[in-house]
Nanobody, 123 residues
């Protein structure tokens, strides 16, 4: 069973940076797609960054130019570098994985999810 464990969340002032990590365990064949999602209180979970096994990335407009998704395939770890953080970035952040190809950053059809890590940005 694939398990994902996020780390690196915390509190930061607007304009600051955070780096999230997502360790992946129990992989039995190559993961084709991994993504980062977030959910703010009272809102739906939204996808905003995605990377496929070839390293191709896709971002939602809300984070483009500020966030960078990357992966270390040798260590089965996914990263999210977040710069120029804004109060509206405050949310619980989740990583997700699937064996099928990526199909758009907004797609939430992932069978494997982490438990989430909280990011809070103060003004």
């Amino acid at each position: 069973q694939v398990q994902l464990v996020e780390s690196g969340g915390g509190s930061v002032q607007a304009g600051g940076s955070l780096r999230l990590s997502c360790a992946v365990f129990g992989v039995t064949s190559p993961i084709e797609c991994m993504g980062w999602f977030r959910q703010a209180p009272g809102k739906e979970r939204e996808g905003f960054a995605q990377v496929d096994s070839d390293g191709r990335t896709e971002y939602a407009d809300s984070v483009k130019g500020r966030f960078t998704i990357s992966q270390d395939n040798a260590k089965n770890t996914l990263f999210l570098q977040m710069n120029s953080l804004k109060p509206e970035d405050t949310a619980m952040y989740y990583c997700a994985a699937r064996y099928r190809f990526c199909s758009g950053v907004l797609n939430r059809d992932f069978p494997y999810w982490g438990q989430g890590t909280q990011v809070t940005v103060s003004s």
